[in-house]
């Protein structure tokens, strides 16, 4: 009767099954029906290509997966850090190109492209920090002679920079401090003179 709807059999489901290309109790292609206490667990993990393997993905795909795989090689610190920032963001660089020219996905070129720009900034972060301190010739002699020998690194030293008023210059014979009689609320060093 046309417009009635009848109950589901078990000859349909085989019937879906044989369409689908498997017969009986076989599960699908590849992937035999055992009892829960049958399953083996390299079944679980590494399910068998029936099919055969695919052929290798594209070149971008496969340089982006070499620059991820170095990416893991980064040591700590950080330049180790730096390098772990610059090889995620070539890696995500191919991943995007890989997405845009040869998947077609747009989802998959937006994110890539989205990495990209959060590695390029905490690279930029990480440049800024890694910058070379330099001192004028008067502050450096002081780094060299007292402060370095301490192991005061110069960004350690640069922050003390900071906390100084002046560097004041005396005339010959001129007394900044006596001792016992001028009151001394700083820190004061002598660069050069006695």
């Known amino acids: 009767m046309p417009g009635t709807v ?24 590849g992937y035999p029906m055992t009892s829960p206490g049958n399953v ?18 594209h070149v971008y795909f496969q340089l982006a997966n070499l620059f991820y795989f170095l990416s893991y090689l980064a040591p700590a610190g950080l330049h ?39 590695n390029l900034v905490h690279i ?9 301190v330099k001192f004028t010739k008067e502050v450096e002699e002081v780094y060299e002679a007292v402060f370095r020998p301490l192991k005061v690194t110069r960004p ?12 004041r210059q005396l005339k010959y014979h001129e007394v900044y401090a006596q001792e016992k009689v001028t009151k001394v609320d700083s820190l004061s060093l002598v660069l050069s003179g006695k």
């Open 6 to 29: 009848r109950p589901r059999t078990s000859s349909d489901k085989k019937d879906e099954r044989e369409v689908m290309g498997w017969r009986g109790d076989e599960g699908p292609p």
């Open 40 to 57: 083996s667990a390299v079944t679980l993990l590494v399910p068998p290509c029936s099919g055969g393997w695919a052929p290798l993905n």
């Open 80 to 118: 180790g850090l730096l390098y772990l920032r610059c090889t995620l963001m070539v890696g995500c660089a191919f991943t995007a190109l890989w997405g845009a020219t040869v998947l077609c996905s747009m989802d998959a070129l937006l994110w890539n492209a989205n990495f990209v720009i959060i």
């Open 124 to 132: 930029i972060v990480l440049l800024y920090r890694l910058r070379p």
């Open 156 to 167: 350690q030293f640069q922050k003390v920079l900071r906390c100084m008023k002046m560097i």
